[in-house]
């Protein structure tokens, strides 16, 4: 059994900084590419970033320059480093990973519960 576990989310301040996380736990042989997603309210899912396994990184426009994915292999975690936060980046964020379980020929797509960002004075 694969879990995706977020963390870090809170309300924060507009210019404010949060560090989210993302712990994958079970019986797992190998970790692929990871990524974050976020949904507003009334919104569809949309992606934020993302990883490659060898650690290579894309961002949507409107976090360029704001926002860092970074990845630690040994301990299975994904972070998300959100500098400089907008009221528009107020959202549930979601950990997302393509991940081969231990006895399987191929890798699945797992998604985090999410986590609650909000960015307001």
């Known amino acids: 059994q694969v879990q995706l576990v977020e963390s870090g989310g809170g309300l924060v301040q507009p210019g404010g900084s949060l560090r989210l996380s993302c712990e994958v736990s079970g019986s797992i042989d190998s970790i692929g590419d990871m990524a974050w997603y976020y949904q507003a309210p009334g919104k569809q899912r949309d992606l934020v970033a993302r990883?490659?396994?060898?650690?290579?990184?894309d961002y949507i426009d409107s976090v360029k320059g704001r926002f860092t994915i970074s990845r630690d292999n040994l301990e299975k975690t994904i972070y998300l480093q959100m500098n400089y936060l907008k009221p528009e980046d107020t959202a549930v964020y979601y950990c997302n990973g393509d991940i081969r379980s231990w006895g399987s020929a191929m890798s699945k797509h797992y998604w985090g519960q999410g986590t609650q960002v909000t960015v307001s004075s």
């Open positions: 990883i490659t396994a060898g650690g290579s990184a």
